[in-house]
T-cell receptor
Framework: NAGVTQTPKFQVLKTGQSMTLQCAQD?????MSWYRQDPGMGLRLIHY???????DQGEVPNGYNVSRSTTEDFPLRLLSAAPSQTSVYFCASNPNLSTYGYTFGSGTRLTVV | GNSVTQMEGPVTLSEEAFLTINCTYT??????LFWYVQYPGEGLQLLLKATKADDKGSNKGFEATYRKETTSFHLEKGSVQVSDSAVYFC??????????FGSGTRLLVRP
């Protein structure tokens, strides 16, 4: 049981480049979310999904796109990277239970130069 | 809107000292409350949770009690160890199943 798997673990991008951060879970969880972690700001929600085919914006969605074609996968796309998107990104999943909490991946450290 | 406020860190303690990290929340209704821990270079791990008023969550010697009257969920441990050094996040789950985090509190435990 792998839990939530994120790839890559590290990435350096040039300003204006695009890329996709991958997230996969094997627990059949309906809810999946993307967070970014910045020093002193905790974790902020970027986008989330309540099931395949359904996504919605979180607190800081600008510059990011998501899709959810399967229950297992929830990729995060950066369309045109900016230095302000330098951060650590976490994917998390929940089995549609308010008492369960979220299971987090190990994160992707992204640097935009 | 819903929010979580944590005491600012870092909190520096000697080994075997008593730990309290304060957490208060603002929310409609009665959300589930969580403490997560992040060790250096790692992701977040669920430490403990409480899902209704007066519930006490506990794990690895850590405890937190869901206090509706003071809208608080303070984290405590009677005797900290060097291995407890980490960043601790308080969080609530809103009615849409979104987790809302506090800003995190770094704990440093010295031998």
């Amino acid at each position: 049981n792998a839990g939530v798997t994120q790839t890559p673990k590290f990435q350096v991008l040039k300003t204006g480049q695009s890329m996709t951060l991958q997230c996969a879970q094997d627990m059949n969880h309906e809810y999946m979310s993307w967070y970014r972690q910045d020093p002193g700001m905790g974790l902020r929600l970027i986008h989330y999904s309540v099931g395949a085919g359904i996504t919605d914006q979180g607190e800081v969605p600008n510059g990011y796109n998501v899709s959810r074609s399967t229950t297992e996968d929830f990729p995060l796309r950066l369309l045109s990277a900016a230095p302000s998107q330098t951060s650590v990104y976490f994917c998390a999943s929940n089995p549609n239970l308010s008492t369960y909490g979220y299971t987090f991946g190990s994160g992707t450290r992204l640097t935009v130069v | 809107g819903n929010s979580v406020t944590q005491m600012e860190g870092p909190v520096t303690l000697s080994e075997e000292a008593f730990l309290t990290i304060n957490c208060t929340y603002t929310a409609t209704g009665y959300p589930s409350l969580f403490w997560y821990v992040q060790y250096p270079g790692e992701g977040l791990q669920l430490l403990l949770k409480a899902t209704k008023a007066d519930d006490k969550g506990s794990n690895k010697g850590f405890e937190a009690t869901y206090r509706k009257e003071t809208t608080s969920f303070h984290l405590e441990k009677g005797s900290v160890q060097v291995s407890d050094s980490a960043v601790y996040f308080c969080a609530l789950m809103d009615s849409s199943y979104k987790l809302i985090f506090g800003s995190g509190t770094r704990l440093l435990v010295r031998p």
